[in-house]
């Protein structure tokens, strides 16, 4: 059997995407902190233009740091932030592009209406008007660079043509090569979660994975995608099926096979460790369901959004409904736990665990049914 491209990756290079991703995203934090949306309308022209980089001196302008630090999320589709619109050369400052010519002689008013049409970009994609990238004068390199750092998790940061629709390709999706390329990214990031085997990958995993098959000249059979992770589980149910029945026993049984399934690698490569607490020894860390196998679709049984990772003693309390979590990922914990139980089981109010609106689904499962 030809392995599935999707396995592949995770298996050889998923891990180390991650790391890099952690640096892209730490980037992309730092940089919107540095340069809070609100605060680009007043904007000197001195935060904004860039300064060739000095090594002792480096610059903290929005145009340097673009270009020194941004490197970081990828070299495709290189924007040159030392020419974005107005830049400096041999100490006299240059505006640049079209959209721009109306103030060839007033760099003020360049610099006013550049910001103003940065602010109002992403003031839109912000609230997911993309029609306003569209419309924005502002050259494509450069305002895809500004849409990757401030939303990257809205949008992949690719943003020239030819590799988006080497990547569409690369994972079968159609695409109107007449459509705007935001539409192309879009489509992209909503397959990614689709599919649930990579639902909870970021979007700088989901570009490193493009690259990989775009690269290896490999292609997804979405069709196939999906029957293989329902195979996976069906393969496990059949198993279980012929050595038991129903009922709790089977419970433990599926626990035990998902658990060496890719189902517990996705969740510690998500988690890294226990949700709850800092357990992060990989043998110990077991595969949690919140909506349990049994009652599962298909599709839903090996979700990782329907998994948790946990230390036993907290997978025992979770599994038998001794605690379970509200909507903001607060830890709910039941009266049949004495307070001296919580203390040796390590568990307190004070406990939280991430949440995304999959989780809270099958979390509101757990609540309802499991918890007691
Ligand atoms: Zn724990």
Redesign the pocket.
């Known amino acids: 059997m030809v392995e599935n491209p999707i396995d592949i990756f995770i298996n050889e290079h998923l891990s180390e995407s991650l790391k890099k991703s952690e640096e892209v995203f730490k980037f992309t934090r730092d940089f919107q902190r540095s340069f809070p949306i609100e605060s680009i309308k007043n904007m000197t022209l001195e935060d904004y233009l860039y300064v060739p980089y000095d090594e002792y001196n480096p610059s903290m302008s929005f145009c340097s740091r673009i270009w020194r630090d941004g490197e970081i999320m990828s070299h495709r589709g290189n924007a040159r932030t030392n020419s974005f619109g107005i830049y400096t050369i041999n100490n006299q400052i240059k505006i640049y592009g079209k959209y721009l010519a109306p103030y060839d002689d007033d760099v003020d008013a360049a610099f006013d209406y550049l910001k103003s049409e940065i602010f109002k970009l992403l003031k839109e994609v912000d609230n997911d008007n993309y029609i306003a990238v569209e419309r924005c004068p502002i050259n494509r390199a450069f305002s895809y660079k500004l849409l990757e750092i401030y939303f990257p998790e809205k949008i992949l940061h690719v943003h020239t043509e030819n590799t988006l629709n080497d990547y569409c390709k690369c994972v079968g999706l159609e695409y109107d090569p007449k459509q705007e390329l935001i539409y192309r990214n879009l489509a992209l990031v909503n397959w990614k979660e689709s599919v649930p085997e990579i639902r909870n990958w970021d979007n700088h995993v989901l570009m490193s994975f493009c690259d990989w098959l775009w690269r290896h000249n490999l292609k997804i059979d979405g069709g196939a995608l999906s029957r293989n992770t329902q195979k996976v589980a069906m393969d496990i149910d059949n198993q279980i099926n012929e050595i038991i029945s129903e009922g709790i026993e089977k419970e433990a049984i599926v626990k035990v096979r998902v658990n060496q399934a890719v189902f517990r690698d996705l969740l510690i490569k998500k988690y890294d460790?226990?949700?709850?607490?800092?357990?992060s020894n990989r043998k110990l860390l077991v595969a949690s369901h919140m909506k349990p196998w049994s009652v599962c679709k298909p599709e839903e049984k090996l979700d990782v959004n329907n998994g948790l990772l946990?230390?036993?003693?907290?997978?025992k309390l979770f599994d038998q409904g001794y605690i379970s979590f509200d909507d903001d990922g607060k830890i709910i914990i039941s009266k049949r736990l004495s307070q001296v139980d919580c203390v040796y089981m390590?568990v307190n109010d004070g406990m939280k665990i991430d949440v995304n609106d999959s989780n809270r689904e099958y979390l509101r499962y757990h609540r309802n049914n499991i918890f007691e």
Not at 273 to 279: E, K, P, Q
Not at 310 to 315: G, I, L, S, T, V
């Open positions: 460790r226990c949700c709850l607490c800092g357990v946990m230390c036993p003693n907290h997978d390590n």
